[in-house]
Nanobody, 124 residues
Framework: QLQLVESGGGLVQPGGSLRLSCVVS????????IGWFRQAPGKEREGISCITNTGRYVYYKESVKGRFNISRDNAKNTVYLQMNSLKPEDTAIYYCAARRAGGFICVTTEFQNWGQGTPVTVSS
C-alpha cells in the first residue's frame, strides 16, 4: 500500500521559516505526482502546491508564491515544502497527497492517497 508520512510542522513566529517533509513508501515516488494541501478550522482543504512526477511542472497558490517552494528527491522518496516568510494566516494542518502521474489540477479530488497531516501554527 502507498503510504505518506508528513513531518516538520510546529510553532513558528511570523516571518519565520519551516520545512515540511513527506516520505512516501510502498511504491516508487517517481510514478506519482505530489500535492501539498492545508486545512484551517472552518475552511475547506485547499491546494497550496503541487508537483508532477518528474518535477518539471509545479503549481503554487497565489498567496504563497515567492514564499513557499516545493521540491522532490525521488531517490530518497521524499517531497519537501520549504515555507518562508510565514504569516498567521498560514496556520493550518498541512497534508501531502499522491496521485498517479497524468494530467491534473491541484485540487483535493485529484488525489487518492493522503498522509495524516502535520499542524503548523504561526503566532507570536
Amino acid at each position: 500500500q502507498l503510504q505518506l508520512v508528513e513531518s516538520g510542522g510546529g510553532l513558528v513566529q511570523p516571518g519565520g521559516s519551516l520545512r515540511l517533509s513527506c516520505v512516501v513508501s510502498g511504491s516508487t515516488l517517481a510514478d506519482y505526482s505530489i500535492g501539498w494541501f492545508r486545512q484551517a478550522p472552518g475552511k475547506e482543504r485547499e491546494g497550496i502546491s503541487c508537483i508532477t512526477n518528474t518535477g518539471r511542472y509545479v503549481y503554487y497558490k497565489e498567496s504563497v508564491k515567492g514564499r513557499f517552494n516545493i521540491s522532490r528527491d525521488n531517490a530518497k522518496n521524499t517531497v519537501y515544502l520549504q515555507m518562508n516568510s510565514l504569516k498567521p494566516e498560514d496556520t493550518a494542518i498541512y497534508y501531502c497527497a499522491a496521485r498517479r502521474a497524468g494530467g491534473f489540477i491541484c485540487v483535493t479530488t485529484e488525489f487518492q492517497n493522503w498522509g495524516q497531516g502535520t499542524p503548523v501554527t504561526v503566532s507570536s
